[in-house]
């Protein structure tokens, strides 16, 4: 599937949109970007990785800080994806599933709760 990156943008925006305010206020020092493709050192079918540390793991010292990345990466969701209905649910489940690992959730409770 094909599509251009600015409306690839808007539904990452629009899966962000929809998380519910009580959870998104919670997000603290995250930035959301959409790459084309993967690292080398990573899958080539990787739709979406969080690079941080999860709010359970942090323990109150930390000084100023990077902010954590969450990065969607559009290639393998267009590669994997026959329609845009079926990429907006993708992107939706793929940022939802890195914002959860945010919050300290990891893959075994995520594919629980159908977000894997």
């Known amino acids: 599937m094909e599509m251009e990156p600015e409306r690839f943008d808007a539904l990452v925006d629009r899966a962000l949109d929809g998380i519910p305010d009580e959870l998104a206020s919670l997000v603290r020092n995250v930035v959301v970007l959409v790459e084309d493709e993967p690292p080398e050192d990573e899958p080539d079918d990787l739709l979406g990785l969080y690079d941080g540390v999860a709010l359970t ?49 990891d893959d075994d409770r995520l594919h629980d709760l159908g977000y894997a």
């Open 57 to 105: 793991d942090r323990d109150g010292t930390l000084g100023v800080e990077l902010p954590d990345r969450i990065f969607i990466f559009r290639g393998p969701l267009l590669d994997l994806c026959a329609d845009e209905a079926e990429l907006v649910e993708e992107v939706r489940i793929t940022v939802v599933h890195e914002v959860a690992h945010h919050f300290g959730i």
